[in-house]
């Protein structure tokens, strides 16, 4: 029978290092949005973002590190709190990030994940950097030896140690990439806890 959850993990909340467009950004998003040909599920404007490093649902990612570690929830939940509160140290609302477009692509197993890609620069790159290094170091703390193959083999964190922006336009898309006229974006942190969407 499983123990009941913690504080804090009823909800299972998401969390992410994330990035939200600036309200000039986000209107040209929504523009890019108007002008798709149908098809897709469009991604509603509230959720327009960029990831930097996706961390998952605090409760499913314990049964992940648990079932790999042995970690008590009460470990866990202290840990998480650390890692929480170093990510969002990295992440000041203050500062922002403008970003080049690189063009159209299709994510996903089957491309059908339409986002807009853009070029890293060398100050997001170094960011990401060290979001990374926080997650590895949480990860080493919960009790995962071999943490480079412990995120290749679990959905939440195989993208974690490439930054490859994006901001995803539209789902279920199968079309063929549209011309559209793409202009730079400018990208302002968010809080690391996340509703989910």
């Not at 969390?15 to 897709?40: E, F, N, T, W």
């Not at 959720?47 to 042995?70: A, M």
């Not at 853009?118 to 170091?137: C, R, S």
Request: proline letters at 9%; a neutral charge.
């Amino acid at each position: 029978m499983p123990e009941s959850d913690p504080p804090g993990f009823d909800a299972n909340l998401r969390l992410y290092a994330q990035m939200k467009p600036d309200g000039a950004s986000l209107a040209h998003l929504v523009s890019l949005q108007g002008v798709l040909p149908s098809g897709g599920r469009l991604v509603p404007r509230r959720q327009l973002h960029g990831t930097l490093i996706h961390f998952g649902k605090v409760r499913d990612v314990y049964w992940v590190i648990r079932e790999e570690t042995g970690i008590s929830r009460a470990a866990y939940e202290s840990l998480l709190g650390g890692y929480i509160a170093r990510t969002e140290a990295l992440l000041p609302s203050s500062s922002s990030f403008r970003l080049e477009p690189a063009g159209l692509a299709g994510f996903g197993a089957r491309g059908s994940t339409l986002v807009v890609e853009y070029q890293p620069t060398a100050e997001l790159t170094t960011l990401h950097g060290q979001l990374f290094t926080v997650l590895v170091d949480f990860l080493t703390a919960c009790g995962v030896s071999d943490t480079a193959a412990f995120m290749a083999a679990d959905p939440n964190f195989m993208f974690a140690s490439t930054l490859r922006p994006h901001i995803t336009l539209a789902r279920g898309y199968s079309g063929p990439l549209p011309a559209l006229r793409l202009e730079p974006v400018r990208l302002i942190p968010m809080p690391v806890v996340y509703p989910g969407h």
